[in-house]
């Protein structure tokens, strides 16, 4: 079968690299794809924009493509989903209804409201001096959000209500983020350790993947602005067993069962980005409708069962009879980025090392990335995601930082902590 993957960044490279190697795949072909999609064993990129739906539902008529998977956000709080359909042709991912859990905060949080899920205090605004009359009333540190899709850098920990207060007016003001910040959500801060829950859901059924967590801020010991993410690991320790039944009965369930109340029955990847408190309780700070970037790479890294099968069987409503099969061990991906990301970077700088050889065990994973005169250089914040499985957390890192250590262009930049907290807690155990 060919199947299309919808998208530029490593997520979409890693998903691509994981269903070439299905039997039943003939040819995988991402649009727009990367440097590194492309040169992966039955993988072609096609020159689309992923938001070009119009373009990629002709392409997908046209070559008669029996299967989209859709990495990003954007193209399905679009509607592309509901487009491939209408048409006959099946795309995994839920619909524009559905997908308004990520392209409106102000929605999810609603929705979590009124079904008694676990979340932060919260207001919506769209005036500033409502919002700034909110403000003067709270504590700090509190949590500013633009309402829409910021590229996962719309949101602001201000640690004073200055702070909080300048947040708003970047978003309601200043236009930061366009029609995404034309509203904002203030919540209230919470305390513990972040994790990703991802599944798959077929409108009903659920089958929970491995679990991951990812370090969204710039620096080293979380520190320095938010990003889309500098780097990730698998499986996340604070989610034990007892805390992995807590997520299920108390946030992914209510979830898919109050959008079929709604409505709007889920089927694509679900992620909820969750604070885990010390005492175990669980709260939601965000869902995603899609997989995240870059826990992909390292859940995909440790998925041994068939991706393309499984999406099958949940295009069929049919996830009850699905399986999943993981890799034991750990796996470790470092983000190396551009500096100036999350603001203005340079682009255009060639990469050098990437013709190393690597191990079995060690993957690099394009993002930012495209060839140019016979040579791979950066055009992106986030270049590329290097992802190492190991027996326990630390080999896993320091597979991944030696890697690490062969890639180089000019102006590159990453944190040298990822897994730090899985680290210590497995030493402390």
Same mark, same amino acid.
């Given at each position: 079968?060919?199947?299309?993957?919808?998208?530029?960044?490593?997520?979409?490279?890693? $998903?691509a690299?994981?269903?070439?190697?299905s039997?039943?795949?003939?040819?995988?072909?991402?649009?727009?794809g990367?440097?590194?999609?492309?040169?992966?064993?039955?993988?072609?990129?096609?020159?689309?924009?992923?938001?070009?739906?119009?373009?990629?539902?002709?392409?997908?008529?046209?070559?008669?493509?029996? $299967?989209?998977?859709? #990495?990003?956000?954007?193209?399905?709080?679009? &509607?592309?989903?509901?487009?491939?359909?209408?048409? #006959?042709?099946?795309?995994?991912?839920?619909?524009?209804?559905?997908a308004?859990?990520?392209?409106?905060?102000?929605?999810?949080?609603?929705?979590?409201?009124?079904?008694?899920?676990?979340?932060?205090?919260?207001?919506?605004?769209?005036?500033i001096?409502?919002?700034?009359?909110?403000?003067?009333?709270?504590?700090?540190?509190i949590?500013?959000?633009?309402?829409?899709?910021?590229?996962g850098?719309?949101?602001?920990?201000?640690?004073?209500?200055?702070?909080?207060?300048?947040?708003?007016?970047?978003?309601?003001?200043e236009?930061?983020?366009?029609?995404?910040?034309? /509203?904002?959500?203030?919540?209230?801060?919470?305390?513990?350790e972040?994790?990703?829950?991802? @599944?798959?859901?077929? #409108?009903?059924?659920i089958?929970?993947?491995?679990?991951?967590?990812?370090?969204?801020?710039?620096d080293?010991r979380?520190?320095?602005?938010?990003? &889309?993410?500098?780097?990730?690991?698998?499986p996340?320790?604070?989610?034990?067993?007892? =805390?992995?039944?807590?997520i299920?009965?108390?946030?992914?369930?209510?979830?898919?069962? #109050?959008?079929?109340?709604?409505?709007?029955?889920?089927?694509?990847?679900?992620?909820?980005?969750?604070?885990?408190?010390?005492?175990?309780?669980?709260r =939601?700070?965000e869902?995603?409708?899609?997989?995240?970037?870059?826990?992909t790479?390292?859940?995909?890294?440790?998925?041994?069962?068939?991706?393309?099968? $499984?999406?099958?069987?949940a295009?069929?409503?049919?996830?009850?009879?699905?399986?999943?099969?993981?890799?034991?061990?750990?796996?470790?991906?470092v983000?190396?980025?551009?500096?100036?990301?999350p603001?203005?970077y340079?682009?255009g700088?060639?990469?050098?090392?990437?013709?190393?050889?690597?191990p079995?065990?060690? /993957? %690099?994973?394009h993002?930012?990335?495209?060839?140019?005169?016979?040579n791979?250089? %950066?055009?992106?914040?986030?270049?590329? @995601?290097?992802?190492? $499985?190991? /027996?326990?957390?630390?080999?896993?890192?320091e597979?991944?930082?030696?890697?690490?250590g062969?890639?180089?262009w000019?102006?590159?930049?990453?944190?040298?902590?990822?897994?730090?907290?899985?680290?210590?807690?497995e030493?402390?155990?």
């Open positions: 079968m060919k199947v299309l993957v919808v998208g530029s960044g490593g997520r979409e490279h890693a $998903l690299w994981k269903i070439a190697q039997n039943k795949v003939k040819e995988v072909v991402v649009a727009p990367n440097a590194g999609t492309s040169s992966e064993p039955k993988v072609n990129n096609i020159d689309i924009d992923a938001e070009d739906i119009d373009a990629l539902l002709s392409f997908a008529q046209q070559r008669a493509v029996e $299967l989209t998977i859709v #990495g990003p956000e954007a193209p399905l709080v679009a &509607g592309i989903v509901d487009r491939f359909t209408d048409k #006959g042709l099946r795309c995994f991912g839920p619909s524009e209804a559905a308004q859990l990520e392209g409106s905060k102000s929605f999810a949080k609603d929705f979590l409201s009124k079904y008694n899920i676990p979340t932060a205090a919260y207001a919506s605004f769209t005036d001096n409502s919002a700034e009359q909110y403000l003067r009333k709270q504590s700090c540190p949590v500013v959000k633009a309402d829409g899709l910021a590229a850098k719309g949101v602001t920990v201000a640690m004073d209500k200055e702070q909080a207060i300048a947040a708003v007016k970047e978003c309601l003001q236009n930061r983020f366009g029609s995404a910040g034309s /509203k904002v959500v203030i919540e209230e801060f919470l305390e513990g972040e994790a990703s829950f991802m @599944c798959m859901v077929d #409108g009903v059924h089958l929970p993947l491995a679990t991951s967590q990812d370090h969204k801020a710039r080293n979380d520190k320095g602005p938010n990003t &889309g993410g500098m780097g990730a690991y698998s996340a320790p604070v989610v034990t067993d007892e =805390v992995h039944a807590l299920m009965h108390e946030i992914i369930e209510p979830t898919v069962a #109050g959008l079929t109340e709604e409505g709007i029955p889920y089927t694509g990847f679900l992620y909820a980005g969750l604070m885990i408190a010390n005492d175990g309780t669980v =939601v700070l869902y995603n409708c899609r997989f995240g970037d870059p826990e790479q390292p859940v995909l890294m440790r998925l041994k069962s068939d991706l393309v099968d $499984l999406c099958d069987k295009l069929d409503g049919n996830l009850q009879h699905a399986s999943v099969e993981w890799d034991p061990r750990v796996a470790l991906g983000v190396m980025a551009s500096t100036g990301y603001g203005p340079r682009k700088q060639v990469i050098n090392g990437l013709d190393k050889v690597e079995d065990s060690v /993957k %690099t994973f993002a930012g990335t495209q060839v140019r005169d016979g791979v250089v %950066t055009s992106g914040g986030r270049v590329v @995601c290097v992802t190492a $499985l190991g /027996k326990d957390t630390l080999e896993a890192q597979k991944a930082y030696d890697a690490v062969n890639i180089r000019d102006g590159v930049y990453y944190r040298t902590d990822i897994g730090y907290r899985a680290i210590s807690r030493k402390s155990d």
